[in-house]
C-alpha cells in the first residue's frame, strides 16, 4: 500500500497540496466502515479520519451486553485507534475536534489546524438527549466506550470493602431498547436494577402489548423492579453518596448510580454552522451527499432521503441510527467516493434485542 499511515493531533502538512484527500469525521462504526471500504476500492487516494476520541475500534453494541459476554472494560476495545488506523491504511488524527467547515474552500477547521478536503464524510455520531431536571449532573449516559468506562468505574466504586458481596443499586430512566438491555445486562451483574419510564409497559413503541408485557415479565422474574407510568424528577445525594431519584407519582428511589437511557439525538450542530440542511439528522440524498458538494454523512447522525417514508415525518429524511443501515449506507457511500455512484438502498432490518431473558427483535 502506497499510503502512510500516521497517528497525529497535527494537521498532516501536506494535505492542502498533494493528491485526492478524503476526510472522515469520526471514528465509530459509520467512520470505521466508510474508511476500510473506501481504502479497499482506492488503494492510492488520501484517507484521513479525524476523531474527537482516540480512535479505538469497538463494538458498541457489546456495551449494553458486556456482563453477559463477561468483557471487562479494556476487553471491549477491539483494536486501538493507531492500530486501527494502520491495519485500514489510513492518517488518523485522534483527539481532534473538527470545529467548523469552510465547504466553499473546502477546507475544515479543527483543533489540530486546517485541513483540506477533496471528499468529506461526516460520521460525527448522536447525543444522548439529556432530562432538564435538578440533579442532573448525577445522572450518567452511555453512548460510546468512555461513558461506559465511566459507568463501570461508578459500579465498581460502590463495592463495600467490609461487605463485597454487594452490588450497585442502579436505577435506569428509560425502557427502551437501551434501558432494557441495560437492565438485563446489569441484574446479570449482580446488581440491583429499577427502571423508570413514562409508559405502561417496557419497549411500547416498538412492540406488541403481548411481546412487552413478555419482556416484562422475564425481566421481573430476574429481579428488575418497574416503576412504570411515571418520571424522574429530580436527583438529590446524600451526605453517604447514595441518590435519592425523586418520581412524578411522589415516589422516591434510592441507587448508587443513576443512568439516562432516554434516546439520542441526531448531531447537527456542526452541520448547521456549515450551512447543511438538516432536519431529524444531516439531510442525505440517495447517494449520501449532503445539500453542500462532495459533502456526505453516514450513521446516527445521517438523516436518509432513501429511508424516508410517506407515513413517518411526512416523508421527510430519517435517520436508522442501528448497525446494519449504517453498513448498508457506509457501503455504497465508499463506492460513490471511490468513483461508482451507487445509491443507498435499505432492505427491510430485523434489529436484535439484546435482552437474553426474553429474545426479541424489531424492525429498525
Ligand atoms: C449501548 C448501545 C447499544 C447498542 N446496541 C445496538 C444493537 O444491538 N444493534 C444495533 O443495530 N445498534 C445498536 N446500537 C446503535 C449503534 O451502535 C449505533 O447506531 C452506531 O454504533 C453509531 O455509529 P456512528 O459511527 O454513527 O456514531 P458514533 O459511534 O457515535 O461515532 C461518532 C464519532 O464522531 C466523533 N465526533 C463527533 N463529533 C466530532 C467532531 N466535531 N470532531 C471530530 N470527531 C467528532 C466521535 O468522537 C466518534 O468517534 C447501540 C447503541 C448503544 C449506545
Redesign the pocket.
Same mark, same amino acid.
Do not use: H, Q
Given at each position: 500500500m502506497s499510503t502512510t499511515t500516521q497517528t497525529t493531533s497535527q494537521a498532516p502538512t501536506c494535505a492542502a497540496s498533494t493528491g485526492h484527500t478524503t476526510v472522515i %469525521? =469520526? @471514528? =465509530? $462504526?459509520?467512520?470505521?466502515?466508510v474508511a476500510r471500504e473506501l481504502r479497499a476500492l482506492l488503494p492510492q487516494g488520501r484517507i484521513i479520519v479525524?476523531?474527537?476520541?482516540a480512535?479505538d475500534f469497538y @463494538?458498541?453494541?457489546? $456495551? @449494553?451486553?458486556a456482563f453477559a459476554l463477561k468483557k471487562t472494560v479494556d476487553g471491549l476495545v477491539a483494536m486501538a485507534g493507531a492500530a486501527q488506523a494502520t491495519k485500514v491504511g489510513v492518517d488518523l488524527m485522534a483527539h481532534?475536534?473538527? &470545529?467548523a467547515i469552510d465547504t466553499a474552500a473546502q477546507t475544515l477547521h479543527? @483543533?489540530g489546524g486546517d485541513v483540506h478536503y477533496d471528499q468529506l464524510v461526516l460520521? #460525527? =455520531?448522536?447525543d444522548?438527549i439529556r432530562l432538564s431536571m435538578p440533579g442532573d449532573e448525577y445522572v450518567l449516559s #452511555?453512548?460510546?466506550w468512555q461513558d461506559?468506562a465511566a459507568f463501570r468505574a461508578a459500579l465498581d466504586g460502590c463495592t463495600d470493602a467490609a461487605n463485597p458481596g454487594r452490588r450497585a443499586r442502579v436505577l435506569i430512566m428509560g425502557a427502551g431498547?437501551?434501558g432494557s438491555?441495560?437492565a438485563n445486562d446489569l441484574i446479570t451483574g449482580g446488581h440491583e436494577v429499577h427502571v423508570v419510564d413514562p409508559g405502561e409497559r417496557p419497549l411500547a413503541a416498538l412492540l406488541a402489548p403481548e411481546q412487552s408485557a413478555g419482556l416484562q415479565q422475564a425481566l421481573v422474574d430476574l429481579g428488575v423492579r418497574f416503576h412504570l407510568g411515571t418520571t424522574a424528577t429530580g436527583v438529590s445525594v446524600g451526605d453517604d453518596g447514595a441518590k435519592h431519584v425523586t418520581l412524578s407519582n411522589a415516589g422516591v428511589v434510592t441507587a448508587d448510580v443513576v443512568l439516562s437511557?432516554v434516546g439520542?439525538r441526531a &448531531?447537527t450542530? $456542526?452541520a448547521v454552522a456549515s450551512g447543511l440542511e438538516v432536519g431529524r439528522g444531516i439531510h442525505v440524498d440517495a447517494m449520501g451527499q449532503t445539500s453542500a458538494p462532495n459533502v456526505y454523512a %453516514?450513521?446516527?447522525?445521517?438523516a436518509y432521503a432513501s429511508a424516508a417514508k410517506p407515513e413517518l415525518f411526512d416523508g421527510a429524511p430519517r435517520g $436508522?441510527?442501528?448497525?446494519?443501515?449504517?453498513m448498508t449506507a457506509a457501503k455504497a457511500i465508499a463506492k460513490t467516493l471511490a468513483g461508482e455512484p451507487t445509491p443507498i438502498v435499505f432492505a427491510p432490518m430485523a434489529? &436484535? #434485542?439484546?435482552t437474553p431473558a426474553f429474545p426479541l427483535s424489531v424492525q429498525?
Open positions: %469525521v =469520526g @471514528s =465509530g $462504526l459509520a467512520g470505521w466502515t479525524i476523531s474527537a476520541d480512535g @463494538s458498541k453494541p457489546m $456495551l @449494553s451486553n481532534t475536534d473538527v &470545529r479543527t @483543533s460520521a #460525527v =455520531g448522536a444522548p #452511555v453512548n460510546n461506559y431498547l437501551i438491555e441495560f437511557a439520542l &448531531r450542530a $456542526l %453516514v450513521g446516527d447522525c445521517a $436508522l441510527p442501528f448497525v446494519l443501515p449504517i434489529v &436484535r #434485542v439484546k429498525a
